[in-house]
């Protein structure tokens, strides 16, 4: 995307026309299921979900002035890009999530440390995504954090 985005729905908007259905469902996907206190923000050039200040002052550690990022999604060149901090700082939800995609999937899992990648607009797997979204709570996500993360 070439433009800059300031909300969340502008993003959405920017897309190309090919995009927009699967980017929103996605979206609507994400935004449904998430436990209470995360917040939708457009975080890192890309629709973030947060905690946000008012929950957790101290901030993210590399920006504490920033929110706490959670998970994110965002449309690139070749593939539409989730990306969960949750399955990065869990070993055991990372794993679940490993063993539950190809059975939500027809295509390889294609993979990083917290970003899964989808090149095939008709092979996501909304009903995985929404299970993922619901794993974590707010509350989980700050202890996770601050356990994995954060320096005393």
């Not at 190309?16 to 996605?26: C, E, I, M, N, T």
């Not at 619901?134 to 996770?144: A, H, L, P």
């Amino acid at each position: 995307m070439s433009n800059i985005a300031l909300t969340p729905d502008e993003y959405e908007n920017l897309l190309a026309d090919d995009r927009k259905g699967v980017f929103a469902r996605l979206r609507q996907t994400i935004t449904k299921h998430l436990p209470p206190g995360f917040e939708e923000t457009i975080s890192y050039g890309m629709i973030g979900y947060v905690v946000p200040i008012s929950i957790y002052p101290a901030g993210y550690h590399c920006k504490t002035d920033e929110p706490l990022p959670f998970l994110s999604i965002a449309s690139q060149k070749n593939f539409i890009a989730l990306y969960h901090m949750g399955m990065y700082a869990d070993e055991k939800l990372l794993q679940w999530f490993q063993i539950e995609y190809p059975k939500h999937a027809k295509s390889k899992l294609d993979m990083g440390k917290s970003c899964v990648r989808f090149k095939k607009m008709d092979d996501i797997p909304f009903d995985l995504i929404a299970e993922l979204a619901q794993k974590i709570s707010v509350e989980d996500w700050i202890n996770r954090y601050e356990s994995m993360f954060k320096k005393s």
